[in-house]
């Protein structure tokens, strides 16, 4: 039975700002990040993202990106 995996990242944001999600599974050279979600909406405070496809049984590092 396969049980799908998932992480929530939370963040500082703002409400004049557009944010991107990206997530690798090691961090060994070069870096690779593959874009997960883009143009989420900032919110006051903080935004929440979850990511429902996480590597079940192997490390994910997260990379926020803020644009305009």
Not at 33 to 40: D, T
Request: aromatic share 14%; no cysteine; hydrophobic share 40%.
């Amino acid at each position: 039975m396969f049980v799908a995996a998932s992480a929530t990242v939370t963040w500082s944001s703002v409400t004049d700002r557009y944010y991107f999600v990206q997530r690798a599974t090691n961090l060994a050279q070069p870096l690779v990040f593959s874009l997960l979600q883009s143009n989420l909406v900032g919110l006051p405070g903080t935004t929440t993202f979850t990511d429902t496809s996480a590597p079940p049984n192997g490390p994910a590092f997260y990379r926020i990106g803020v644009g305009q």
